[in-house]
């Protein structure tokens, strides 16, 4: 766990914490399947045999449930994904479903939707405004890659 910065183990609290729908501070298999299809993964890309496979092998305590040290265990184990500006225009184009070149209010609502992060379009408008610098109601790949560059 001594990996994760203290950003990072937040977001895994939290995921953890969502995925825990009894409340019981331990994921079942049938919460962790939850967990899985709600990050987006389908049947097809991450079938619930295997899941139930890698639950066994979190579950190291083998108490049938992961708690939540088990969980962070399995975080700062994943692989880190580079923020690079492949990376970075790949998500966009993923965000950009119309193909536009732009990434409009409701493009970027669903997009966050999609990762369980619920925004007002008041909120959304404002994350927009902050980084649009046409003025155009817009993100354009350029000004989402701006978001990322280090001064």
């Known amino acids: 766990m001594s990996n994760l910065t203290p950003a990072e183990r937040k977001n895994c609290e939290e995921c953890f914490k969502k995925a825990d729908k009894s409340g ?63 990376n970075l225009r790949r ?26 992060i619920k925004l007002s379009d008041a909120e959304v408008d404002q994350m927009i405004k902050a980084v649009d610098t046409s003025g155009d109601g817009q993100v354009s790949v350029e000004e989402f890659l701006a978001v990322f560059k280090k001064d």
């Not at 389908?42 to 049938?64: R, Y």
């Not at 998500?91 to 369980?116: H, I, Q």
Request: hydrophobic residues 35%; proline residues 2%.
């Open 91 to 116: 998500t966009f184009k993923e965000f950009d479903k119309d193909g536009s070149g732009n990434v409009s209010a409701s493009e970027l609502k669903a997009a966050l939707a999609k990762c369980e």
């Open 24 to 86: 019981d501070g331990k994921l079942s298999i049938q919460e962790m399947v939850g967990l899985i299809r709600s990050l987006g993964w389908s049947e097809k890309q991450f079938p619930d045999k295997d899941i139930c496979d890698w639950f066994l092998e979190v579950d190291t305590d083998k108490s049938h449930s992961v708690d939540l040290n088990e969980f962070l265990t399995v975080c700062s184990k994943r692989p880190r994904t580079e923020i690079n500006e492949a």
